[in-house]
């Protein structure tokens, strides 16, 4: 899945603005400006449309991570991966949004996506793990959609 894709779909899910996302940035030691991030909000066939760096998505789910559940003095410092896949990106929104494996199963049912909950332990895995399952692209995006829907639905 495209790090814009994701971004995005991120910044609908937190309904917040561009200043927001850098804000979120700066949380994990990036200092991004908002006419930086623009190019990368926006869609492929889109006039100025930069792919967004792996270092930067992995920056900003850091970021993301410190905003939602805190900053630990006395734990060292996320690092922000080079090179990113959808399993690196599941692991870092799982601890964002503080989900459990249930969680997740629920997100995905509530979007009509079959999966199990064997399926989705694989994929919280280490790659050198004999049970290790690769996060597809389509597994991410209802996860995504289900985590904006979510996020969406006023809290009782």
């Known amino acids: 899945m495209l790090n814009n894709d994701i971004l995005r779909s991120l910044r609908y899910t937190l309904q917040v ?3 927001a996302l850098v804000r979120i940035l700066a949380l994990a030691d990036t200092p991004v400006t908002v006419e930086q991030l623009a190019p990368w909000l926006r869609k492929e066939d889109e006039a100025g449309y930069q792919p ?3 270092i930067v998505l992995s920056a900003f789910l850091n970021g993301l991570i410190y905003e939602k559940r ?5 734990a060292p410092p996320l690092v922000a991966e080079r090179k990113l896949n959808n399993n690196i990106v599941l692991k870092k929104l799982r601890i964002a949004f503080s989900l459990k494996t249930d969680d997740i199963l629920a997100i995905l049912t509530a979007q009509q996506f079959r999966v199990s909950m064997p399926e989705i332990t694989a994929m919280m895995r280490s790659p050198e793990h004999k049970n290790f399952r690769e ?13 904006a829907v979510k996020g969406q639905k006023p809290q009782k």
Not at 70 to 74: A, I, L, Q, R, T
Not at 135 to 147: E, K, M, P, S, T
């Open 17 to 19: 603005d561009n200043a």
């Open 52 to 54: 967004c760096p792996d």
């Open 70 to 74: 805190g900053k630990d003095e006395s």
């Open 135 to 147: 996060c597809g692209d389509q597994f991410l995006r209802y996860f995504l959609r289900g985590l």
